[in-house]
């Protein structure tokens, strides 16, 4: 058995290959709220939203400030009018394991504001959710990845996407499947 990055490669006798996407490579992380969207720079900055301030300071220090930029790749995919998948991940030849963060959410005036004005280029940041009285604040951290591999795909997928995107996919709708 030989192995690369994210793939099991397997010999049978007859030399014959089959390749199947290994788990033990990939972590898949859901500990966030949602997703927020910062209009205020010249290009729009995508917010991991968390409710806990280790969290966000682990998802940020562990795991994405190791991502390259240019190996970022954020993907929404969108179900119906009303519900799409939040997908984020990144290569890093520092970390052993390949993230990807994932979230099922409601479409917001939010996000179909970012998607028009969508132009190859976004900030992937981090904010932390602080609940007042009625209302609450965003304390919008600093870090922030440039992304340039940004993708709005429809349900439902052709099978051209990478596989990390199909099994965050069917995550998501299994996840959906439980809580009903």
């Not at 806990?52 to 240019?70: E, G, M, T, V």
């Not at 179909?112 to 280029?121: G, S």
Request: aromatic letters at 16%; charged letters at 25%; glycine letters at 2%.
């Amino acid at each position: 058995m030989s192995t690369n990055s994210n793939l099991i490669v397997k010999y049978n006798k007859k030399l014959s290959v089959s390749i199947g996407l290994s788990n033990e490579w990939i972590r898949w992380f859901d500990a966030f709220m949602g997703v927020g969207y910062n209009f205020y720079e010249v290009h729009t900055k995508v917010l991991l939203i968390f409710d806990h301030r280790k969290s966000l300071l682990n998802a940020w220090n562990k795991i994405i400030k190791w991502w390259p930029d240019d190996e970022i790749r954020m993907v929404f995919v969108e179900i119906n009018n009303d519900s799409y998948q939040f997908i984020v991940y990144g290569e890093s030849r520092i970390l052993e394991n390949k993230w990807v963060f994932l979230k099922a959410l409601r479409t917001s005036e939010h996000y179909r504001e970012f998607k028009n004005d969508y132009d190859k280029v976004a900030y992937l940041g981090l904010a932390l959710y602080i609940p007042k009285h009625n209302s609450y604040e965003l304390e919008i951290f600093d870090y922030s990845k440039k992304v340039t591999n940004v993708q709005f795909i429809k349900e439902p997928v052709i099978v051209e996407h990478d596989s990390i995107i199909l099994k965050s996919m069917e995550l998501l709708r299994n996840a959906k499947q439980n809580n009903n």
